[in-house]
């Protein structure tokens, strides 16, 4: 293989950009099964019109893996041709784990790698899995990702900060208890351009429209909504008196980044404390 190629590279090192993006990935839409003594194997199963993607996580891996198809009948059809991806090595499967794929029911525990990775691609592969990205229904470019977990809105609402200045507050529905965490608007082009860049891994049927969501233009009548959220004498107490930042921003649904910025305002610059306002 050429230099440069991810075969080239030592499996799942997170800092190329086809690896972060197929552990995103397969962290959401992945299933680690663990069997007895060695046995076990990790899955994959998407819509058949997806099946290059699998092909590519098969070209990815330099351990025996195989893209296998089957029709079905299903709560939502009675006919549905799925693809899916297989892979049974030890070695393999322990790699994952280690990096952070957990055995058997993971939709609350997944958190970002604590190891070096390509943020964006790990992101952009969160969304192809668990997300969407397109126009809504009034006509306006958004995405969007769906998870149970905690840590992953966290990293997005923070990642998305850095990368298009608005703050997104996200709390778990009562229905079933999951985040959705929505950028619309010019928010969305911005964050969907740095994912979706030109040559990137990413499902096909996504990219198409990812790259549909540049076109919008914000009408001449429509106004811009400041929708920067204005920091409370509570939430500013919360951010001086408790050290955990981390459960800090989760409590008051802020970013890490947020927080800590406010608390060293607060401590550094001569805003009014909490108790003089």
């Known amino acids: 293989?050429?230099?440069?190629?991810?075969?080239?590279?030592?499996?799942?090192?997170?800092?190329?950009?086809?690896?972060?993006?197929?552990?995103?990935?397969?962290?959401?839409?992945?299933?680690?099964?663990?069997?007895?003594?060695?046995?076990?194997?990790?899955?994959?199963?998407?819509?058949?019109?997806?099946?290059?993607?699998?092909?590519?996580?098969?070209?990815?891996?330099?351990?025996?893996s195989r893209v296998t198809e089957r029709v079905r009948s299903t709560n939502?059809?009675?006919?549905?041709?799925?693809?899916?991806?297989?892979?049974?090595?030890?070695e393999a499967r322990t790699k994952l784990n280690q990096l952070g794929l957990p055995y058997g029911r993971k939709s609350k525990t997944i958190a970002p790698p604590r190891v070096a990775f390509s943020r964006r691609d790990y992101l952009r592969g969160l969304i192809d899995a668990d997300g969407a990205v397109g126009y809504t229904g009034s006509g306006w470019p958004f995405i969007c990702l769906a998870t149970a977990s905690t840590a992953i809105v966290a990293f997005v609402r923070s990642y998305a900060q850095e990368i298009t200045g608005v703050e997104r507050l996200a709390r778990r529905n009562t229905?079933?208890?999951?985040?959705?965490?929505?950028?619309?608007?010019?928010?969305?082009?911005?964050?969907?351009?740095?994912?979706?860049?030109?040559?990137?891994?990413?499902?096909?049927?996504?990219?198409?429209?990812?790259?549909s969501v540049s076109h919008w233009a914000r009408p001449a009548d429509m106004r811009i909504v400041n929708s920067r959220r204005a920091w409370t004498a509570y939430e500013d107490r919360m951010v001086l008196d408790q050290d955990d930042i981390v459960a800090v921003a989760t409590e008051l649904g802020r970013t890490e980044n947020s927080c800590r910025r406010r608390r060293w305002r607060l401590r550094n610059s001569r805003m009014l404390m909490p108790n003089d306002q």
């Not at 799925?82 to 030890?90: D, E, G, V």
């Open 175 to 211: 229905r079933d208890e999951i985040y959705n965490i929505t950028f619309e608007k010019e928010a969305a082009q911005e964050l969907t351009a740095d994912l979706y860049y030109p040559g990137c891994l990413s499902l096909g049927r996504k990219q198409v429209k990812a790259d």
């Open 76 to 90: 939502f059809a009675d006919s549905h041709h799925s693809a899916t991806w297989s892979l049974c090595s030890l």
């Open 1 to 64: 293989m050429a230099d440069g190629e991810p075969s080239a590279h030592e499996f799942m090192d997170l800092t190329v950009s086809e690896y972060a993006y197929m552990f995103g990935f397969l962290q959401a839409d992945g299933h680690l099964y663990q069997g007895e003594g060695r046995k076990g194997r990790l899955t994959v199963e998407l819509s058949v019109q997806d099946i290059d993607l699998l092909y590519r996580f098969k070209y990815l891996t330099p351990y025996n």
